[in-house]
């Protein structure tokens, strides 16, 4: 068994996984204006958290408040940016453009 680097523990699903694997974030902000802040540069200052680059993981953590417990965040902190983020890495599944001008091609021609 090869471990490569320290390991992470995602908040959403809980696995451990390789550091490298995850997406670090952080909250910023403060009082009622928390937000939290994608990190894959693994650069920002405070105390960060890791989380797959997973809409599933995303939702799990969302749902068991996940966030909160794990930065120590004392009110609700916005995930739009970590989402936006998310959604941008993530590999979307469903037909490419290639599959849908094939199926617009007309056999009789
Ligand atoms: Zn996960």
New binding site residues.
């Given amino acids: 068994m090869s471990t490569v680097g320290p390991t992470r523990t ?1 908040v ?2 809980r ?1 451990r996984a390789p550091a490298a694997s995850l997406l670090r974030f952080v909250a910023a902000g403060s009082g009622g204006d928390l937000r939290l802040l994608p990190d894959p540069g693994r650069r920002l200052p405070g105390r960060g958290a890791h ?2 680059p ?1 809409p599933a ?1 995303l939702a799990q953590a969302e749902r068991r408040r996940a966030f909160g417990r794990a930065l120590r965040l004392t009110g609700v902190a916005d995930t739009g940016l970590l989402a936006e983020h998310i959604r941008t890495v993530s590999v979307p599944c469903g037909p490419t453009d290639d599959e849908a001008s094939a199926l617009r091609h007309d056999p009789a021609r």
């Fill in positions: 995602c959403g699903c696995n989380l797959h997973d993981c």
